[in-house]
């Protein structure tokens, strides 16, 4: 079946470095792909997604893009922020079923 | 690592009855449960935050009246939804925390599907 599969955490990173989280999946048909961030004590919040190969989605700094021969929908940002630090979780949605990753704790230190 | 169950798996129910869905932490206690709703591909949408022993808390726009929820023990929520009807159709899915786990992070159960004909 379909499944998402992260890198696991955590990851401590200094303010300003490079960020990578790797995310990739398997699926059977063509789902959208997600990623959500949650800060200590919130729910999920959605940070971007893509619905189709070589989408690129962006938020806040952050990117991602839909790799469908990769099979791989990996986060990247530029230069990190002690506020970035949270959980963050690859997801993907086919029909109206959603799989999550198991999350990638991300540490900044100033 | 901890588990997350919910029952049923898919439930089909007639326009005006209630549903209710459960949501377990098998192998921890879980002191804040969330509530989710996902559309076809779309993102997933908060619906609520539980804490146990309290009432919960509602996100904006989601009606609590039609939207029940207990977190009545450390290992249980329920979602009942209420006099459900068509639009209510979606795919619904919960997840757990507690503060004695992996810092704060979240486990999820692995949805319920609801139809509502």
């Known amino acids: 079946g379909d499944s998402v599969t992260q890198m696991e955490g955590p990851v401590t990173l200094s303010e300003e470095a490079f960020l990578t989280i790797n995310c990739t999946y398997t699926a059977t048909g063509y789902p959208s792909l997600f990623w959500y961030v949650q800060y200590p004590g919130e729910g999920l919040q959605l940070l971007l997604k893509a619905t189709k190969a070589d989408d690129k989605g962006s938020n806040k700094g952050f990117e991602a893009t839909y790799r469908k021969e990769t099979t791989s929908f990996h986060l990247e940002k530029g230069s990190v922020q002690v506020s970035d630090s949270a959980v963050y979780f690859c997801?993907?949605?086919?029909?109206?079923?959603?799989?999550f990753g198991k999350g990638t704790r991300l540490h900044i230190l100033p | 690592g901890a588990v997350v169950s919910q029952h049923p798996s898919r439930v089909i129910c007639k326009s005006g009855t209630s549903v209710k869905i459960e949501c377990r932490s098998l192998?921890?206690?879980?002191?804040?449960m969330f509530w989710y709703r996902q559309f076809p591909k779309q993102s997933l949408m908060l619906m609520a935050t539980?804490?146990?022993?309290?009432?919960?808390?509602?996100e904006q726009g989601v009606e609590k009246d039609k939207f029940l929820i207990n977190h009545a023990s450390l290992t249980l929520s329920t979602l009942t939804v209420t006099s459900a009807h068509p639009e209510d159709s979606s795919f619904y899915i919960c997840?757990?925390?507690?503060?004695?786990?992996?810092?704060?992070?979240?486990?999820f159960g692995p949805g319920t599907r609801l139809l509502v004909l």
């Open positions: 997801a993907l949605s086919e029909d109206d079923k959603i799989i």
């Open positions: 539980s804490n146990e022993g309290s009432k919960a808390t509602y």
């Open positions: 192998d921890f206690q879980a002191t804040t």
């Open positions: 997840s757990a925390s507690s503060p004695g786990l992996a810092e704060e992070t979240q486990y």
